[in-house]
């Protein structure tokens, strides 16, 4: 019987693979329309897949505020996720991340963060698991 660990060492080992066939038919100059090679691209696609690895997840800085005595806030853009916060007590301290909603996003662009926003997005969430 196979351990967990090793069926994701052959995922891997079979999307390295993958991926140095597409790197390879690429240097052969093998055009990205032959059916050989979307073929190939579609077995790479399904492995990425099984991996759980869809797609890159991206995120933008929008906004980077500084100077709140002496905290920071920071807005980001995640791609599929929407707008996230990351504040700071001060420099150096443990983020605190915060997902936000739209209206509290535009605030944050405008710079009209009221002394209850700040304390909001920098104090921690109570931790509920079990």
């Known amino acids: 019987m196979s351990e967990p660990k090793d069926h994701l060492a052959f995922q891997y080992a079979e999307l390295h693979k993958l991926d140095d066939q597409l790197r390879m038919m690429r240097g052969w100059g093998v055009s990205f329309a032959d059916p050989g090679y979307q ?5 790479y696609a399904q ?6 690895l869809l797609q890159p997840r991206t995120s933008a800085l929008v906004q980077d505020l500084s100077g709140f005595s002496p905290g920071i806030i920071r807005l980001f853009n995640v791609s ?5 916060v990351e504040a700071r007590t001060k420099p150096g301290a443990t983020p605190v991340y915060k997902y936000v909603s739209n209206e509290v996003a535009e605030k944050i662009v405008k710079k009209q963060i009221t002394p209850e926003l700040e304390k909001f997005l920098m104090t921690p969430d109570d931790y509920i698991g079990e």
């Open 39 to 43: 073929a190939l691209g579609k077995a």
């Open 80 to 84: 599929e996720l929407g707008w996230m």
């Open 47 to 52: 492995s990425l897949y099984k991996l759980g």
